[in-house]
């Protein structure tokens, strides 16, 4: 029950940090324009579909290298924030185990992480309503992403 109540104060208190947000929104901008500046030009001329697998893994590669950097510093701020507030020996003195306690710390921001690198799909998926996306330039099978 305290792992539980440790991973919904987490996700609660990064949910209401401007910063989250902020690399959320950055990294969606950032797939956005590089799939539409290098990929889809790239992909009329070259003759292949913007769906393709190769053009989403390289994509997808670019941008979650990207996304680590933002994951490293929301992760960073969550396991420096007890020493900095000065937390740390009224947690260690407190009721809960180190196991609750780290465990829901860790699952909160494996959750954040993953809602950080889902902007990259949610960037790839707004390129379908792009203006310079064309019949040519997705496949056949680009019903399935939406």
Not at 25 to 30: G, N, P, T
Not at 72 to 88: I, P
């Amino acid at each position: 029950m305290k792992l539980w109540t440790v991973f919904r104060f987490e996700v609660a208190y990064q949910a209401r940090q401007v910063s989250t947000w902020f690399y959320f929104l950055l990294l969606l901008v950032i797939t956005f324009f590089m799939a539409r500046e290098v990929f889809l030009d790239e992909a009329q001329v070259g003759g292949f579909f913007l769906n393709a697998p190769f053009a989403v893994a390289q994509i997808t590669l670019v941008a979650g290298i990207m996304g680590l950097l933002a994951l490293a510093a929301v992760a960073g701020a969550a396991a420096a924030r007890d020493v900095e507030t000065r937390l740390h020996p009224l947690l260690y003195s407190a009721p809960i185990g180190k196991a609750s306690y780290l465990g829901g710390r860790f699952l909160a921001t494996f959750t954040l992480g993953a809602l950080l690198l889902s902007a990259v799909p949610l960037g790839l998926l707004g390129l379908r309503s792009c203006r310079g996306s064309t019949v040519t330039s997705s496949g056949p099978r680009a019903r399935l992403l939406i």
